[in-house]
Nanobody
């Protein structure tokens, strides 16, 4: 089992920045992928960004050039630096951990609200 603790959401004005953190604990050894997904009201959950334990990254098209994902393997923590935030970035952001067996674990989510 893997437990995920997210932090860093909140309310920010358009053009502002936020940094999300997600710390994983439990069975986190071996190759894995950590990432962030988001879900806005009435929309499907979508990939924001992901990063593997060897730091290969992947970004959703809508956040490329504005968001940066990184991780600290010693702390089993992934970070999402969000810059130039837009109202359309408003959503609940979920952390996801996928292990080498492709088992997925999700955090409880953190609200990000961008005001215009």
């Amino acid at each position: 089992q893997v437990q995920l603790v997210e932090s860093g959401g909140g309310l920010v004005q358009s053009g502002g920045s936020l940094r999300l953190s997600c710390a994983a604990s439990g069975s986190v050894v071996g190759f894995n992928t950590m990432g962030w997904y988001r879900q806005a009201p009435g929309k499907q959950r979508e990939l924001v960004a992901s990063i593997t334990s060897v730091r290969v990254t992947n970004y959703g098209d809508s956040v490329k050039g504005r968001f940066t994902i990184s991780r600290d393997n010693a702390k089993n923590t992934v970070y999402l630096q969000m810059n130039s935030l837009k109202p359309e970035d408003t959503a609940v952001y979920y952390c996801k951990f996928s292990n080498w067996r492709n088992a997925d674990y999700w955090g409880q989510g953190t609200q990000v609200t961008v005001s215009s």
